[in-house]
């Protein structure tokens, strides 16, 4: 099993839809998550962090489960700019204590006008 | 956010050929830097951590002899592909991970092409 898991999409949507994404992670002693945003042929760009508590970022919103070990990204009101793929990182502790992001596949969104 | 820079942008080697890239934190200190790895319509991989002052800690897999890094101050770090062959050819990131370890912020990447 992957350590962080997305559905790698496509997902096609029209202007102004909304969409969630989702993101499994099999290490329970992960410290902390974020979402990373990629155009393509880019650098990852960092979009939100993501708290137990849930937390907003204008159209985006983000949350996480804990018992659950989920992961989720919600975008409301898609915009042909949000055309991108968008990283699930999660910051996992490793056997000799140190902390490395481990990042998922990517689930690639399409808005289409 | 936080800015980091790589140099250069685009390399196009003969086979056999070494390849060294910077990374550079431009307005922090970065104890800690970290080597990815893409290939395409894969996700990153982490290929190894650089520490200044210290040796790199690798991952399984990436051999230390062919990827050599050096952290000599706590604003760069290279990445030294030695001997390159056509399998090397990715797109190479650093990040480099602010102090109080809430984030990490990437370099715009480093295209390889070994022909």
């Known amino acids: 099993?992957?350590?962080?898991?997305?559905?790698?999409?496509?997902?096609?949507?029209?202007?102004?839809?909304?969409?969630?994404?989702?993101?499994?992670?099999?290490?329970s002693a992960s410290q902390s998550f974020f979402w990373y945003r990629q155009d393509c042929r880019k650098e990852p760009k960092l979009l939100m962090s993501v708290y137990s508590s849930g937390n907003e970022d204008g159209r985006f919103t983000a949350?996480?489960?804990?018992?659950?070990?989920?992961i989720s990204l919600l975008i409301r009101d898609s915009k042909l700019s949000d055309s991108a793929t968008y990283l699930c990182v999660v910051n996992m502790r490793t056997t000799s204590g140190t902390y490395k992001y481990i990042f998922g596949?990517?689930?690639?969104?399409k808005v289409l006008a | 956010g936080a800015v980091v820079s790589q140099h250069p942008s685009w390399v196009i080697c003969k086979s056999g050929t070494s390849v060294k890239i910077e990374c550079r934190s431009l307005d922090f200190q970065a104890t800690?830097?970290?080597?990815?790895?893409?290939?395409?319509?894969?996700?990153?991989?982490?290929?190894?951590t650089s520490n200044e002052g210290s040796k790199a800690t690798y991952e399984q897999g990436v051999e230390k002899?062919?990827?050599?890094?050096?952290?000599?101050?706590?604003t760069l770090s290279t990445l030294t592909v030695t001997s390159a062959h056509p399998?090397?050819?990715?797109?190479?990131?650093?990040?480099?991970?602010?102090?109080?370890?809430s984030a990490q912020y990437f370099g715009p990447g480093t295209r390889l092409l070994v022909l």
């Open chain 2, 65 to 74: 002899d062919k990827f050599l890094i050096n952290h000599a101050s706590l």
């Open chain 2, 32 to 48: 800690t830097m970290f080597w990815y790895r893409q290939f395409p319509k894969q996700s990153l991989m982490l290929m190894a």
């Open chain 2, 87 to 101: 399998e090397d050819s990715s797109f190479y990131i650093c990040s480099a991970r602010l102090a109080d370890g």
């Open chain 1, 1 to 27: 099993r992957k350590e962080v898991e997305q559905d790698p999409g496509p997902f096609n949507v029209p202007e102004g839809a909304t969409v969630a994404f989702n993101c499994t992670y099999s290490n």
């Open chain 1, 63 to 70: 949350q996480l489960n804990r018992a659950s070990q989920y």
């Open chain 1, 105 to 109: 596949t990517g689930t690639r969104l």
